[in-house]
């Protein structure tokens, strides 16, 4: 069970056009106080500018007992507002949850927490094409300790920003994409299915050295045999082979199940596409770039939707001298998809079963 309290309303900003991703926050936020085993709670909404400071003790800023959730609301074509796929979200929060030891507060008060305060800041939902209203769920430990253990306090967030593009100038430039061995993003058995801030953390540095070769992200490889493909720092991946199979790394306990991810999955059959879900090997990949069999590939994620990869650079250690490989320029697969997805996000085409939660 869950009540809401409102407390001091502001007014809706005027935001910028197609802003810095990440950097035009909603003026409140939602909010949940809770502990191991509770079932009834209680939410605030309030300014965003009345967050309490954290004690340099918090728990959390010493063990990482914090996980989190992106999505997107959606001005639709009739000027109500939708929720892009809430129901995989949620379930994913209750997954991370559990891999960190953390309480569960319900697919369903996730849900109606999400419901309430998309319906509350509703007006913040922007009308521009390729704009939506980010939603950040959180959960973070709030005991005051310096010891090893789980926490017993925690709190619950909910906050908005309003975004356009995910790229620069509003056009995406095919990635440079950087592949070394020496780079391990999880292990099966690891957090590589949670998301939690610990596995953005861990990408920080190889995308700091990637970025020094002028590369914008980094592919990881498995963890035990640095040979097959896993995801990338905070997106899935696909290539697409002879021009309509589309293939993508078999989840393998260290992929995280992305819900862009799984929706290209479900739509690709009805754009004649056939979707496989197997094991890449990424030398493999080189080869059939080379031969022409491999005609796309791209990264995909809720920020940026689906980002197409122009060129490879590869290397076994950092110390080696990089090799590269380019991929054609032409990518009309990963255009198909991205266009399907954006008209289902804004209700211009019908979306499959229940992708779309409306807010009334």
């Not at 045999?225 to 991946?237: A, P, R």
């Not at 997805?341 to 779309?356: N, S």
Request: hydrophobic share 40%.
């Amino acid at each position: 069970m869950l009540k809401i309290e409102i407390k001091n309303r502001l007014p809706t900003p005027q935001y910028p056009q197609n802003p810095k991703f990440g950097t035009q926050f909603t003026p409140h936020l939602l909010q949940i106080d809770l502990q191991e085993g509770q079932t009834d709670f209680n939410a605030v909404i309030r300014a965003s500018q009345d967050t309490e400071p954290f004690r340099a003790s918090t728990v959390v800023l010493h063990y990482g007992q914090s996980i989190f959730e992106g999505m997107k609301a959606f001005r639709q074509k009739n000027n109500t507002v939708a929720i892009f796929r809430a129901d995989l979200h949620a379930k994913r929060f209750m997954h991370s949850a559990r891999m960190l030891a953390m309480p569960e507060i319900g697919e369903d008060v996730f849900l109606q927490a999400l419901k309430e305060y998309v319906r509350f800041e509703k007006e913040s939902v922007p009308q521009l094409e390729d704009h939506a209203l980010y939603l950040r769920p959180l959960m973070i430990a709030r005991d005051e300790i310096v010891k090893v253990g789980k926490s017993k306090k925690y709190s619950f967030y909910i906050l908005g920003c309003v975004v356009g593009s995910y790229f620069s100038g509003g056009q995406a430039k095919p990635a440079k994409v950087m592949v070394c061995k020496e780079f391990v993003r999880a292990v099966p058995g690891g957090l590589g299915e949670a998301k939690t801030a610990a596995n953005y953390a861990a990408s920080l540095a190889p995308q700091a050295f990637a970025e020094k070769h002028g590369c914008d992200q980094v592919l990881y490889l498995d963890g035990i045999e640095h040979k097959f493909v896993d995801e990338l720092g905070g997106m899935n991946f696909f290539i697409v082979r002879n021009g309509n199979e589309l293939c993508t790394p078999k989840l393998n306990g260290s992929i995280l199940h992305g819900v862009t991810r799984q929706s290209i999955l479900e739509i690709a059959n009805s754009l004649g596409l056939k979707p496989k879900e197997e094991k890449l090997s990424f030398d493999e990949i080189l080869e059939q770039i080379k031969s022409g069999v491999v005609t796309e590939a791209f990264a995909c994620g809720t920020a940026a939707v689906i980002h197409s990869i122009g060129e490879f650079l590869f290397l076994t250690k950092k110390s080696d001298a990089p090799n590269s490989i380019k991929l054609p320029s032409e990518t009309p697969v990963g255009q198909k998809l991205l266009s399907e997805l954006k008209q289902i996000q804004r209700g211009i085409k019908k979306a499959p079963g229940q992708w779309l939660t409306l807010i009334e």
